[in-house]
């Protein structure tokens, strides 16, 4: 039977939470957090569904777990939970994990105002900026990212056919731009692009596979992007992701900005070092950038950029304990 205590501080980053596990969380084996993520899937997925589930977490809800890192060069690696999974890479879970570890004393940076940090997606540089103990921006250089089909068909309930390009950001990402069929975000509901999402994102994994070029264990579908006009005209873009299975994120989502910037960029419609303001469906925002073109494998990439903020809201002792509690494990209401 499993009775495990974990301390977690919480936060949210542009209005998406972060509960950082900063102690409990279970030793884990492999020389990389990709092999790490592997173990972590077989043997301790009990721990995000209690953690990030109701009745201890949410739909929404997201987390972190601090390790070691490989690299004596790096200063930390990072394991990412949410309701959908264990993550390669979180944009808006890191610039969360990065503000409550300079705050909380977590971490401490080989070089101040940067941070080395180890995702099982890749190596992440973190810039932050600090005023006192307070972290009021934190800005990551991502994995490379990539436009990695376009043009495709899917059928939706209620709006019909359906055009979408796939973009990789740290995971992969159906982007559902304005046409014929869907006029924009704008113009719907949350509850209708969760539930659209729950049916496409189906069957766009039952006709397509999407796999990353240099690690297999990256692969399927797993957000859809609906993109829309801005709340604020000086703003570039607006955008809902979907996730896990009923989540729209309340920030303007840190691997979909990436993935999203590959899409423009691939496309034309950005360039190298300008700024891509993006917005959430709650109107907060990200500052995105392409700083460098590359290739993964092969194929056309840029390095992006992303900058935000979080705030560190409160302190959690949480048990699990499977001979108390049926619902130790958590569950979801779909």
Known sequence: MISKTFFCVDAHTCGNPVRLVAGGGPLLQGNSMSEKRQHFLREFDWIRTGLMFEPRGHDMMSGSILYPPHDPANDVAVLFIETSGCLPMCGHGTIG??????????????????????????????????????????????????LAAENLQVECPDLGMLRF?????????????????????????????????????????????????????INGCSHIQWTGAPIDPASSGRNAVFYGDKAIDRSPCGTGTSARMAQWFAKGKLRQGEPFIHESFIGSKFTGRVEAVTELAGKPAIIPSIEGWARVYGYNNIRIDEADDPYAFGFQVI
């Open 97 to 146: 994990t990065i503000t409550i570890a300079i705050e909380e004393g977590l971490l401490t940076p080989k070089i101040p105002g940067t941070v080395r940090m180890e995702a099982p997606a890749g190596l992440i540089i973190i810039e932050f900026q600090q005023e006192g103990r307070k972290v009021k921006s934190v800005k990551l250089r991502n994995v490379p990212s990539y």
């Open 165 to 217: 390009d796939v973009a990789y950001g740290g995971n992969f990402y159906a982007i559902i731009d304005p046409q014929e069929n869907f006029r924009g975000l704008e113009h719907h509901t949350a509850a209708q692009l969760v539930s659209w999402s729950q049916v496409i994102r189906k069957r766009i994994n039952d006709a397509h596979t999407f796999v990353h070029p240099q690690d297999a264990t």
